[in-house]
Structure formats: structure tokens, C-alpha cells
């Protein structure tokens, strides 16, 4: 969610929270443009009040995991995310969330699980695929990298973390 002016944004959320009786989905949206601006505490202050709402809400606990893991907080991130996924087993960005959680934390396995359903579901998401073929490299699955970026390159042959990865799984293939 991008938006040209987010403190003008901010202002309307505000005026909208306050005039509205049911605010909930624009505490949400100000919380989400809060952790796109890393001001984190504003973001917190709006889900707490959510949470005082609505406790088990899957929307409120993705924001809670996201703002975690942006906090680099990646057990209670992995831990709201885990409660998105007990009520909506198919929610791609938790599930995206997940795998790069678990990658945070060296959990080379946990991260395959997720990412791999990840970009099963969602083939076309670059983001996934570089981060997937991360966690390939990491487990010296150099091929399987190496098929997980081909088609990144193709798209976007000028991203240059997506060529350093592709790079790093040919060298150690012995292709140059």
C-alpha cells in the first residue's frame, strides 16, 4: 500500500477513526501504512486497540506478525502468523511471512515448508522465489536454486541480488 502523502493519509485514517463507530478496518489500514513508515509504536498502539476488539482476528494477528518481523521480533512474529494459519490455512502472505521467519532464524527446514507451498501457489511472486532459492543455497541445493531463478532472471535480467544468488548456485555447480 503505497500512497503519495502518507502524513495526509494519516490525517484522513485519523478523521475517519474518529467519526466513525466502527473503526476497526481503518485501525487496520493505518497500522499497515504506520509499519510501511517504521513507526512502529504508533503502528503497536493501533493493533492494541484492535486486539482489545476483535482478539482473534486473523487480519489483526497478520498485522501483529508482520509488524514483529519487521522488528526483527521473528519468534513473536512466527508465533502471530502461526494464529493467521490456524484459521486460514491458505493465506499466501502468512505463509510468505512464515517461510522468511523461519529463514531469519536459520530454520532452514521450516522455511522450505513454507516457502516451497508458498511458490507452488503463487509461481510469479519474485520475492518468494529469490528467498526460496536463498534457503536452496544455504542447504547446498544448488540446482534447485538455480531452477527457482532461471525464470526471476528472464523477467527482470537487471536484478542484481537474483543474479548474485543465480551466480553463487552455478559456481558451486561448476557451471561459469
Do not use: C, W
Not at 508465533?79 to 490456524?86: A, G, I, R, Y
Not at 484459521?87 to 532452514?108: P, R, S, V
Amino acid at each position: 500500500m503505497l500512497f503519495r502523502s502518507p502524513e495526509k493519509a494519516i490525517a484522513a485514517y485519523a478523521k475517519a477513526i474518529e467519526n466513525r463507530f466502527y473503526n476497526a478496518a481503518d485501525l487496520l489500514k493505518r497500522a499497515f501504512l504506520f509499519i510501511q513508515l517504521q513507526r512502529y509504536k504508533e503502528a503497536q498502539s493501533d493493533l492494541d486497540i484492535l486486539k482489545a476488539k476483535l482478539p482473534d482476528s486473523p487480519d489483526i494477528n497478520y498485522a501483529q506478525g508482520v509488524l514483529y518481523f519487521f522488528q526483527k521480533r521473528f519468534s513473536e512474529a512466527q508465533e502471530s502468523l502461526e494464529l493467521v494459519l490456524e484459521g486460514n490455512h491458505d493465506e499466501m502472505l502468512a505463509i510468505f511471512y512464515l517461510g522468511a521467519t523461519h529463514f531469519m532464524q536459520n530454520n532452514n527446514e521450516q522455511a522450505k515448508e513454507y516457502l516451497s507451498r508458498f511458490v507452488t501457489v503463487v509461481p510469479g511472486y519474485i520475492p518468494g522465489r529469490k528467498l526460496f532459492a536463498q534457503v536452496k543455497l544455504r542447504d547446498q541445493e544448488y540446482a534447485e536454486a538455480e531452477a527457482l531463478l532461471r525464470p526471476v532472471v528472464r523477467s527482470a535480467p537487471e536484478d542484481v541480488f537474483a543474479l548474485n544468488i543465480l551466480a553463487n548456485a552455478l559456481i558451486e555447480q561448476g557451471k561459469t
